[in-house]
């Protein structure tokens, strides 16, 4: 598996700085387990802020102040698989690990809610940092044009889908702001099982859509 769609540079940045909500950081980090491009971009974005940090001049902590920032460090950026690891057959059933805390295991224990006619979702709980959940979506399926309030990421898992962006396929991360509006059309074959990180709302274009926005809280 090979992505040929990343997080933009400046989410990478955010990453290796710890100042990506949760919900953002995890699907970055599930990315980075796939794609070496990736990690050897975010060990360059490690360097250069290794060297500004340098460049600072030294200020005293408060009490405390180094305990929470490790904790939070810890809670908005998993730790990447290294550069040098060798990839492994993966079983097909198995979540990306950076998934697992909030999803489960496997796809075969996933309990979906069903929204709309073929689309089906699960909510995780305890995320502090924006909205992450798993989508999916049956094959063939044409998603209602819609922009976004302020930033959505989304990770292909399984399936595909295309939209005005391109062909998202398995290990893809599609990385949206305020100004893109889209409507993605699954693939056919298979349900589109994607995991998203949002910070707000959709903004749909249609009225019908609209109207039953309120209704599945999407």
Known sequence: MRPLHH????TLVSYSAGALPTAFAVLVSAHLGICRHCREQLLDADRTGGMLMQQREPAPLSAGARDRMLARLGETRPD????HRVPVVADPDCLP??????????YGDLRW?????????????????????LLRIAP????????????????????AYDDA????????????????????VTAPGVPCICAAATDAPLR????????????IRF
């Open 97 to 106: 690990a950076p998934l697992q805390p909030y999803f489960g295991a496997t």
């Open 80 to 83: 990447p698989p290294p550069l």
């Open 165 to 184: 962006l391109g062909h998202f396929a398995p290990g893809d991360v599609a990385d949206l702001d305020d100004e893109i509006e889209h409507q993605p």
């Open 113 to 133: 809610r069903m929204i709309a006619p073929g689309v089906h979702r699960i909510l995780a709980d305890g995320v502090t940092g924006g909205t992450l959940m």
């Open 7 to 10: 997080p933009d540079e400046a």
């Open 204 to 215: 749909f274009s249609g009225r019908f859509a609209r109207l039953l926005q309120p209704l």
């Open 140 to 159: 063939g399926r044409r998603v209602p044009m819609h922009g976004h309030a302020a930033n959505e990421l989304t990770l292909v898992l399984q399936g």
